[in-house]
């Protein structure tokens, strides 16, 4: 069974600082997604990294893919009041052919940036 | 990317009766998901629906208690049957944008039972 942790599960810090999310996961995969969820909001896809090396970045924030270490990182860097949300990682499972290609969340990381 | 119309968005429900939410897809795709997301919890894989199939249920998930339609490859429905409290969560569907290309999600229906 797939399994997907994240730490922190809560992080509060101030704008201006930076901070790095983590998201371990227990079984080979090749394909992991980064989500930002707005209280009373549904999902919104930040960003997909297919492959071991893989790096994204958009803005403040930056993800990477480790395959090996199945490790993913979500950086923040100076951080800003509009970052506040939970972020999710979820990781594909094999494709199959009844079911699809399933995802696996983490349990979040809620994120509040303070002035 | 595909875009999801989900509806209702949110409900008040009296225990003991169903509800059926909706989604609607704006082109064809293979698989739908439907989650749950419990109140302050992660989001947890209820079934995989694919059309013209019965839909595949993750473990603690059965059919009788969600049941889901998948009658083309743009609609699909779950409906909550026999609520009880425990059931007040979001909802929420999911398609694969394009293969491994990341998967889009519809707003949600926020269920409170009472």
């Known amino acids: 069974e797939l399994k997907v942790e994240q730490n922190p599960l809560f992080l509060s810090m101030q704008e201006g600082k930076n901070y790095t999310i983590y998201c371990n996961y227990s079984t080979t995969s090749d394909r992991l997604y980064w989500y930002r969820q707005d209280p009373g909001k549904s999902l919104e896809s930040l960003f997909v990294?297919?492959?071991?090396?893989a790096v994204k970045q958009e803005g403040r924030l930056m993800a990477s893919l480790d395959t090996k270490a199945r490790l993913s990182t979500l950086h923040i860097t100076a951080a800003v009041h509009d970052l506040s949300a939970t972020y999710f990682c979820?990781?594909?499972?094999?494709?199959?052919?009844?079911?699809?290609?399933?995802?696996?969340f983490g349990e979040g990381t809620q994120l509040t940036v303070n002035p | 990317s595909a875009v999801i119309s989900q509806k209702p968005s949110r409900d008040i429900c009296q225990r003991g009766t169903s509800l059926t939410i909706q989604c609607q897809v704006d082109s064809q795709v293979t698989m739908m998901f439907w989650y749950r997301q419990q109140p302050g919890q992660s989001l947890t894989l209820i079934a995989t629906a694919n059309q013209g199939s019965e839909a595949t249920y993750e473990s603690g998930f059965v059919i009788d208690k969600f049941p889901i339609s998948r009658p083309n490859l743009t609609f699909s429905t779950l409906t909550v049957s026999n609520m009880s409290p425990e059931d007040s969560s979001i909802y929420l569907c999911s398609v694969e944008a394009y293969r491994g290309r990341g998967y889009t999600f519809g707003s949600g229906t926020r269920l409170t039972v009472v």
């Open positions: 990294l297919l492959s071991n090396g």
């Open positions: 979820a990781v594909a499972l094999p494709r199959m052919e009844t079911s699809g290609s399933r995802l696996t």
